[in-house]
């Protein structure tokens, strides 16, 4: 493949794949620098919340460049712990380590001559986020428990629900691989910032649903249409598709109504179910010191991080909540990483 040939520059408008829906203007300029980087070979990073859709720009990248015809792996780095993440991206040897009775072939190996897609790169520890940078530079790696140099041809696109720059200055992600994973970067816009795009989005997902549900909703309310167009859509395109899915499931009828859509899109808090209340957070933690200070006697000790761990204990079970007890997704709104995650649901005994 040959690396001095020139980048064709596309005047297309509108997306460059079907599996790419939405017109307006913040999706004309993701859709402009997709077609441009999928001609190179550069490492691209796409920046953007869950379920803006990062998996379907970057299998758009692939689709158009010319490793096309090529495999397209994505492995999602916030789904494993670090030593199985290790072996996933790499592969291993037999009696690398427990459980390892068979030679493995890792994901970048997969990937040879096409892209590998690192969802979720923000999740790395420093330990592996050192091999991924020689990867980047070098092209080679070595598998869990083996002396042997495997050399690679794979195209790296990364992805990070996170602003990594922020990340690089609070010390949880190097500096260097930031910048070899930042040629170009891909700012994917929330569903907030793409009101425009929300009827064409739902007509999508309509026929999906009513295809693989055998059903007939091709209309959709007005106001119906305005709420969700109103709703800030905090799970973006994701959860839009969830609830048009589930509106056609319910709906009598052949009309996506009002009162087939969550009370939340309707602008109403509809009932919670669970052990945990939905507290405010600042008021809880005024409420904590106030008590605290109220009832600590001359020899009360540690009483800040008794608060602090109170506060901490009711924001992870709130997100936890929220979250369907997902997580992968709890952690990523948290800000932390699924380890890390795991093990304050065992400290505060949240597991259950």
Same mark, same amino acid.
């Given at each position: 493949?040959s690396?001095?040939k020139?980048?064709?520059?596309?005047?297309?408008?509108g997306?460059?794949?079907?599996?790419?829906?939405g017109s307006g203007?913040?999706?004309?300029k993701v859709?402009?620098l997709?077609?441009r980087v999928?001609?190179?070979?550069?490492?691209v990073?796409l920046m953007g919340?869950?379920?803006?859709g990062?998996e379907l720009?970057?299998?758009a990248?692939?689709q158009?460049?010319p490793?096309?015809?090529?495999?397209?792996?994505?492995?999602?780095c916030g789904?494993?712990a670090?030593n199985l993440l290790?072996?996933?991206l790499f592969?291993?040897?037999?009696?690398a380590?427990?459980?390892?009775?068979d030679?493995?072939t890792?994901?970048?190996e997969?990937?040879?001559?096409g892209?590998v897609?690192l969802?979720e790169?923000?999740?790395?520890?420093a330990k592996?986020?050192v091999?991924?940078?020689r990867?980047?530079?070098e092209?080679e790696f070595?598998?869990?428990?083996?002396?042997?140099t495997?050399r #690679?041809?794979?195209r790296v696109i990364?992805?990070?629900?996170? +602003? %990594? !720059?922020? =990340?690089v200055?609070a010390? *949880?992600f190097r500096?260097?691989?930031?910048y070899?994973?930042?040629?170009?970067?891909?700012y994917?816009?929330?569903?907030?910032?793409?009101?425009?795009?929300?009827?064409e989005l739902?007509?999508h997902?309509?026929r999906?649903?009513?295809?693989q549900n055998?059903c007939h909703v091709p209309?959709v309310?007005?106001k119906?249409?305005?709420?969700?167009q109103?709703y800030?859509?905090?799970?973006?395109?994701?959860e839009?598709?969830?609830?048009?899915e589930?509106? #056609?499931?319910l709906a009598?009828?052949?009309e996506?109504?009002c +009162? %087939? !859509?969550? =009370?939340?899109?309707?602008? *109403?808090?509809?009932?919670r179910i669970?052990r945990?209340r939905n507290?405010?957070?600042q008021?809880?933690?005024?409420?904590?010191?106030?008590y605290?200070l109220?009832?600590?006697g001359?020899t009360?000790?540690?009483?800040?991080?008794k608060i602090?761990n109170?506060?901490?204990r009711?924001?992870?079970a709130q997100?936890?909540?929220?979250c369907d007890?997902v997580?992968?997704k709890?952690a990523?709104r948290?800000?932390?990483?699924?380890n890390?995650l795991h093990k304050?649901?065992?400290?505060?005994q949240l597991?259950k």
């Open positions: 493949m690396r001095n020139p980048i064709a520059i596309s005047t297309e408008t997306p460059p794949t079907p599996a790419l829906i203007v913040a999706m004309e859709y402009r997709t077609r999928a001609r190179s070979n550069a490492s990073l919340e869950t379920g803006t990062k720009i970057a299998k990248i692939h158009l460049s490793r096309g015809s090529g495999p397209f792996v994505r492995v999602n789904a494993l670090e290790e072996s996933e592969g291993h040897v037999r009696g380590f427990t459980g390892a009775i030679n493995r890792g994901r970048f997969a990937a040879h001559t892209t897609f969802d790169i923000n999740s790395t520890t592996l986020q091999k991924l940078l990867v980047l530079q092209h070595e598998r869990v428990g083996d002396t042997q495997i #690679v041809d794979t990364a992805a990070s629900n996170r +602003d %990594l !720059l922020d =990340e200055e010390d *949880r500096e260097d691989l930031y070899r994973l930042n040629v170009v970067t891909i994917l816009p929330p569903l907030r910032e793409r009101p425009e795009d929300i009827p739902i007509g997902f309509l999906i649903y009513n295809e055998d209309h309310e007005r119906a249409m305005e709420a969700m109103s800030p859509w905090p799970g973006n395109v994701r839009l598709q969830n609830y048009i589930r509106a #056609v499931v009598p009828g052949d996506l109504t +009162d %087939l !859509l969550p =009370e939340a899109v309707l602008g *109403r808090k509809g009932p669970g945990h507290v405010d957070l008021t809880l933690a005024s409420e904590l010191v106030e605290g109220s009832t600590a001359p009360e000790e540690n009483l800040h991080p602090v109170r506060v901490e009711e924001l992870i997100v936890m909540a929220a007890n997580q992968i709890a990523g948290l800000g932390i990483n699924r890390t304050k649901l065992k400290e505060y597991e």
